[in-house]
């Protein structure tokens, strides 16, 4: 018989003064802050906030929980997924924050030789997209167009 077990409540990461700011808001008011998260975004600290790193930390006990699991349903932030995605596909701390994971969509793991096989089953329900990939240019004095140039169309 199925069992549900809560494993703890865990949240995306904790982006401190950054909280509820969209990316447009966060290159206004902290465009250091910005470049400097472009720069190395695995490893970047928000002020007052986490990094990816923080995260993976955070979670290690989870993923060991989840490991000793046999089906397992895991609702979560799309930061958390990444965190996730990269540990059972063996991906670079680098490539994390990068990896696509869409809003309302089931990612279905299944374990393969050397590895997951991943299945993506979209859920229908109207959202926008947040991935937002690296910029070319990530110094710290580039102009504010530069540096938003991958932020995705929103309304």
């Given amino acids: ?18 909280e509820e700011m969209t990316y ?3 290159q206004d008011n902290y465009p ?6 472009d720069q190395d975004k695995y490893r970047y600290r928000y002020p007052k906030g986490e990094s990816y790193e923080d995260l993976v930390q955070r979670l290690e006990p989870v993923i060991m929980e ?3 699991q046999e089906n397992v349903l895991v609702i ?3 930061a958390v997924m990444r965190c ?3 540990y059972f596909l063996d991906k670079a701390a680098e490539q994390l924050p990068y990896l696509k994971c869409p809003l309302h969509t089931v990612l279905k793991l299944t374990p393969v030789a050397y590895g997951c096989k991943v299945e993506s089953i ?5 959202a926008v ?3 937002r990939d690296r910029p070319q240019n990530v110094d710290i004095s580039r102009p504010p167009e530069e540096a938003l140039v991958t932020v995705p169309a929103h309304q």
């Fill in 1 to 18: 018989t199925p069992k549900a077990c809560l494993l703890g409540i865990v949240g995306g990461v904790m982006t401190g003064v950054c």
């Fill in 24 to 26: 447009e808001e966060i």
């Fill in 32 to 37: 250091l802050e910005f470049a400097l998260r």
């Fill in 66 to 68: 989840l490991e000793r």
């Fill in 76 to 78: 979560c932030h799309q």
């Fill in 84 to 86: 996730l995605l990269a």
């Fill in 122 to 126: 979209f859920l229908n329900v109207a």
């Fill in 129 to 131: 997209n947040t991935h």
